[in-house]
């Protein structure tokens, strides 16, 4: 290759421009489109976000006033259920203690018999006397027995038993006392967001309102109408507002 052929070459390579791979184009694409329609002066623009109003701590606990506490709501839901923790603790203890009563048992036996008999020998020597004779046996027989099984007091199988129901006793009491708490707090966060809210539009506030309605009555449903009770039972203004 000549020295003039290299120059040529060397100089068109020169004035060529580089171009883009097509896979950075691709990726470029999409950004300089966002770049692009951000930068356009026909585009509204974005509306700031409403923040919502401190609620004085003042006012959550006089919204909060009525509430029965959570311990209440716990307890009675757990007694509904007939899984309290003194229950299964009775169970254990009655199958422990069961081995120290004795089996009893109770017979009773009656003897009923009539005899009679004729003597001809008698009636014979004396006619006086009657030849036939009765004689009758009436008695009646009680027995009692009680008996002890030294082994189960030692150990009484029944306790297997006893503790494996208190284990399912368990965990039913802390299902039932997690979906409580759940319900609990989830009713004070709609009314503490709805005591927050300064929004016109009161379509949440009207759902709000409804959700937490559903939440009264699913903890009435598991603590047997205690959650109702409570709040009845809690004095009230004349105006109708708690005190």
């Keep these: 290759m000549t020295p003039a052929i290299l120059l040529l070459i060397s100089l068109l390579a020169q004035a060529t421009p580089p171009t883009a791979s097509p896979a950075r ?12 329609s951000s930068r356009d002066p026909a585009a509204p623009p974005a509306m700031p976000r ?11 606990r006089a919204a909060f006033a009525d509430d029965p506490p959570v311990g209440v709501l716990r307890t009675a839901a757990t007694a509904l259920a007939l899984a309290e923790p003194s229950r299964a603790e009775s ?3 009655r199958a422990r203690w069961a081995a120290l009563l004795p089996e009893l048992r ?7 018999t009539r005899t009679e008999s004729l003597d001809l020998e ?28 030294l082994g189960r007091i030692v150990f009484n199988p029944d306790e297997v038993g006893a503790s494996t129901h208190a284990l399912r006793m368990a965990e039913v009491r802390r299902e039932i006392e997690t979906v409580v708490i759940r319900l609990y707090f989830e009713r004070r966060r709609l009314k503490a967001e709805a005591l927050a809210s300064d929004s016109p539009d009161t379509t949440p506030e009207v759902r709000g309102e409804i959700h937490v309605q559903e939440i009264e009555a699913e903890l009435d449903a598991l603590t047997g109408g205690a959650f109702s009770r409570w709040k009845a039972s809690r004095p009230q203004d004349p105006s109708g507002a708690p005190p």
Excluded: C, F, H, K
Excluded at 106 to 112: G, N
């Design 25 to 36: 184009t691709e990726r470029d694409g999409p950004r300089a489109e966002r770049e692009a």
């Design 50 to 60: 409403r923040p919502q109003a401190r609620v004085p701590a003042a006012v959550l």
């Design 91 to 93: 169970l254990i203890a």
């Design 106 to 112: 109770v017979r009773l036996d009656r003897r009923y």
């Design 122 to 149: 008698q009636s014979a020597t004396d006619p006086v006397a009657t030849p036939v004779g009765v004689d009758s046996i009436n008695d009646m027989r009680y027995e009692w027995r009680a008996t002890w099984d």
